[in-house]
């Protein structure tokens, strides 16, 4: 469970060093990061993803242990099962099948492994792209083994995703007794009618890549937990996922404007989980495409949607990104599985892809 890796990169380590594969551990803190390669030459090839998983949830409800990997009924069951080491395992077997097609392939293979991807992703990949940029080396295409497919293998690919940014809004007011409204000003009262425009406002009407900026507010509390007294504070936690068509600072600025446009006497904190990102499409989303095709027999369609990836981080020293990985429908969920069929299937789109690019 993140950010523990629990001896999963040295595993790849020792088994892709039989196919020449070059072995960097790059440990930041707690959290283990693994850059592997092979090749020393341009250009240069990526996949990326992550060892660590969510915890399982109540393992009296899973219909067989989450961390002991379980066959049944042509299913993979386990936790991470999806999201995502059958992925990575998928990375392994297509590259071990390429170099033994093609020993003397052209550029460079490497994997970009962290654990700390379902964390704080501060200490992850993150990390690993400053030390890669800060020595100069930078990647021509990269695969982020994400789950991304919805109902069936490859149904859909990202290209990119929105931005999330976070906040921690406090309303003050003065407590005292309800039996006395004027000697009073309620907090839940006065935030009331500035969160019923903010509900309302349209932040952007997003772009041809993006859908526009969505606002959620994921919890509300106040209160002294005695039905008599006025609180003397309101607590509002909230996420902005945003498209390129605003901006980290056009949402502050809007969304500040309208507390003070209400009169509010409040404090606020802002925290960035990430800036929307668009991958170039090029000869990466195109190989991608016709392995797809040929292997999962469907047309994959472009997509930005979901949450946050390490694809925000990656997208700084690549100019192609896109993640490609199994159905997302079980993720983080109860019984998490991938139907091994489409396992096999993915191992031999990332190899298609490889030959197509490195041939």
């Known amino acids: 469970m993140t950010p523990q890796d629990a001896g999963c990169q040295a595993l790849l380590a020792e088994r892709l060093a039989r196919a020449g594969f070059r072995a960097e551990p790059m440990p930041c803190g707690a959290v283990a990061n693994l850059w592997l390669r092979r090749g020393e030459a341009a250009p240069v090839f990526c996949f990326a993803g992550h060892t660590d998983v969510v915890p399982p949830g109540p393992i009296d409800r899973w219909t067989s242990d989450p961390f002991v990997p379980t066959v049944r009924d042509g299913r993979l069951y386990g936790r991470g099962a999806a999201d995502m080491k059958s992925s990575i395992a998928a990375f392994v077997v297509a590259a071990e099948a390429f170099v033994r097609e093609h020993p003397r392939h052209r550029g460079s293979i490497a994997l970009l492994l962290t654990s700390d991807e379902e964390g704080p992703a501060v200490d992850g990949t993150v990390r690993v792209v400053e030390r890669l940029k800060a020595r100069g080396e930078r990647l021509d295409w990269c695969i982020v083994g994400e789950p991304s497919s919805a109902r069936v293998l490859g149904d859909t690919v990202r290209i990119g995703r929105r931005g999330s940014l976070s906040v921690r809004l406090t309303v003050h007011g003065v407590q005292g007794h309800v039996a ?20 309302a406002t349209r932040w952007d009407e997003g772009n041809d890549a993006f859908p526009p900026t969505s606002f959620q507010v994921s919890n509300l509390a106040a209160g002294t937990g005695a039905e008599n007294v006025v609180p003397g504070s309101a607590t509002l936690l909230a996420n902005f996922r945003f498209s390129t068509a605003s901006t980290e600072a056009s949402l502050r600025e809007r969304f500040e404007a309208i507390l003070r446009r209400h009169g509010l006497e409040y404090a606020i904190d802002w925290t960035l989980g990430g800036r929307p990102f668009l991958s170039a499409r090029g000869e990466l989303f195109e190989a991608v495409r016709r392995a797809v095709a040929a292997h999962a027999g469907v047309e994959p369609q472009a997509s930005t949607g979901g ?6 981080f990656i997208v700084d020293i690549c100019p192609q990104v896109v993640e490609l990985g199994p159905v997302n429908a079980s993720i983080h969920k109860l019984d998490e599985h991938v139907e091994l069929r ?9 190899c298609d892809v490889l030959r197509a690019l490195l041939a």
């Open 180 to 199: 006395y409204p004027e000697q009073v000003r309620n907090p839940i009262h006065l935030l009331a009618p500035a969160l019923a425009e903010i509900v």
């Open 342 to 350: 489409a396992l096999e299937q993915l191992a031999r789109i990332y």
């Open 307 to 312: 949450g946050t990836s390490d694809g925000r």
